[in-house]
C-alpha cells in the first residue's frame, strides 16, 4: 500500500489559459480522486439582468465567454424572441447561421492547438493557430470584431453579408479547409499524437449518458446528440448529420472535433446557397412576459439559457448552463484512475471553458 | 543592457471572459509573433519579467494574482490586459467583482480594449519593456548601493 | 415555437419519486435552475430524451429544506452546490457537498440577500 498524496493542479498552470484548480489525490503516479474548485472566474453577471435593460443585455450576454461569444448573444436572443413570439426573418437565422458555424471552425481549430500544446506539441500548436487567423479574418470583416462580434440583436442581426461576399467566404473556406485538412491529418494519423491520446480517459456512451455530458465529449461516446437537431435558426434547412465517434477516448474527441470542422464549412456552404433575399431586423418593441429555456449547440456542446421576464424592461431571471457545467462530472470521473502525466490531456479534451462554468 | 531582448510573460486569467486571453495567446503565435522580440511565454512565476492580466479581479483570484506577483523576482512590470483588468468593464457592477487589477496589484501599462487587440497588446508589452529597462537600472543601482553600504558595515566590525 | 416545453408541477414529497421516473425512462439531466421570487424559491429540473424537453417544477419556502437528487444523478452535485451557494437553499445529502465552498463569493447568498449590491456598489466607487 503506497502513500496517498494530494497534488494541486492550478489555478495557475502552464497548460491551461484559464484558472481552475483541482485537487489530485494520487497514490504513487495514479489519480485515485479528483476534487474541482471553482470560483476563480465567477463573476456573477446572471445577477446583471436586473440592473440591465433586456436589450442592452445582448452585450453582456456575447461577453460570458470569448470563444463562442456569438453562439451565447445568439442563445440570448433566441430566448427573448420566442417569450416576445417575435418572427425573426430567414435571412437573419441564415446570417446567424453562418457567423456560428464560423464561432465553431476557430473555436475547434483553437482547441486542437491547445491540446497539441498540452501534449507538447509545439509546431503543431502554431500551425493551428495560424489557420484559425485566417477564419477570424473573415469574422472580422463582416463583423469587425475579431472576438467579441457584436452582431446579434434581440429582432435579427445588425449587419448585412452581400452575396458577393458571402461567395468569397464560401471560396475562401475551401483553400483553408484544403490546409486545415493537411494539419488535422497529423491528430488523426500522426504515431506519437495517437500514443498520447488512445485508450486515454475512456468514457463509454452509457457513463456519458448518466453523467449528463453534452457536445463532442458524448458524441465521441457513441451518442448522437446535436442539440442543431432541435432545428433553431436556419438549420431546420440544411442538411446534416451529427458526427460520432465510437472509443470514447481522448483521440475520438480529438476526432470528433476535427470532422466538425469540416462539417461546419459545408453547413457554411449550404446556407450561402440557400440564403434568401429580405430584411436583416425586426423592430422590437414593448418588454417580454414569459419565460423559456433556450437551447443552442455551441463548440463545446448544448448551452442552455433559462429566462423569465414578467413583462418589465428587467428580466426576473436569466440562467445560463454552458456545456462545461455539464462535463465537469465526466471530467471528474475521467480522472479517476488516470496517470499524473495524462491529466492535462484529460482535462483538456473535454474543453474547458471555466469563464463560461463561472459566469 | 540587454534585458529588454528577452523578457519573459506570464499570463493570469483573473476574471477575464477568455476573449482577452485568447488574444494574449494569439499575439504569441506566427501572425503576430510576439516572440520576435525574445518573449517567450513561460508558466512558471519565478521565470517571468512581465506579469500579463487579464480581466478584474474577483474575491478568489485576488489572493492568486497577489501571489503570483510576489512570487516574481525583481524587476518586474505588469500589463493589465482588456477593459475589465482597467476598470472592472461591462461587469463592473456585479456583486463578485472588485475591480480593476490595481486594486490589488501596482499596473504599469494599461491596455484598453474589448477584447484588445494582439497589435495592442504587443503594443502594450513593448511599452512593458522600457518600463522594465528603467526599472533594471534602479534595482542594479539600489543593488550596488546596498552592496557598498554593506561592504562599510563590514569594514567598521573588523575595525573594532 | 422551435420546441415543445412541457413544465410539470410537483409537490416537495414528490421530487425523487419524479426525478426517479425520468431516470428510468433513460432521461439525461439537462440542467437544475433556481428562480426566487419574492417569499418563494422556484426550482426547475430539466430533463431531455432525443430533444425532448421535460422540466420538473418545484416552489419552496426559502427555509425549507429539500432533498438531493445527486443520489440518482451523481452530475447532480455540482448544480446543487450552486443553488445552495447563491440561493440559500438548504439540500440534505448532497453527494459531493461542498459546504460553501463551490464559489467562495464576497457576498453570501448574493440572489437572495436583501438589496445586496446598494451597499456594496458605493463601497467600490
Redesign the interface.
Known sequence: MSQRNVIPFGPQHPVLPEPIHLDLVTEDETVIEAIPSIGFVHRGLEKLVEKKDYQDFVYVAERICGICSFMHGMTYCQAVEEIMEIAVPERALYLRTVWAELSRIHSHLMWLGLAADAFGFESLFMNCWRLREGILDIIEATTGGRVIFGSCKIGGVRRDIDDETMKGIVEKLGTIGAEIGRTTDVFLNDYSVQHRLKGIGVLSGEEAHALGTVGPVLRASGVAMDARKIDYAAYRNLKFEPVVEKAGDCHARCRVRVREIFQSVDLIGQAARKMPGGEIFVKVTGAPNGEFFSRVEQPRGEVIYYVKANGTKNLQRFRVRTPTFANLPAMVKMLEGASIADVPNIILTIDPCISCVER | MFFKKSPWIIHYDATSCNGCDIEVVASLTPMYDLERFGIVNTGNPKHADIFVVTGAVNESSRMVVKNIYDQMPNPKVVVAVGICATSGGVFRECYNVLGGVDKVIPVDVYVPGCAARPESIIDGIITALDILERRLVEFRKAKSEARRQEKKLRRYHLND | ???E?TTITMEKDELLGAVSDFHSQ?Y????I?????GDTIEI?Y?FDKE?R?K?LRLSIRPDEEIQSISII???A??YENEMSELFGVKIRNIV?D?KG???????AT??VAPE??AG??TE?E
Open positions: 415555437m422551435t420546441e416545453q433513460g439525461r439531466l439537462a440542467q435552475c433556481c428562480t426566487a421570487l426547475n430539466s430533444y424537453f422540466n444523478y451523481w452530475s452535485f455540482t459531493v461542498y465552498h463551490f464559489y467562495r463569493t464576497a457576498v448574493p440572489f445586496p449590491d456594496n456598489a467600490k
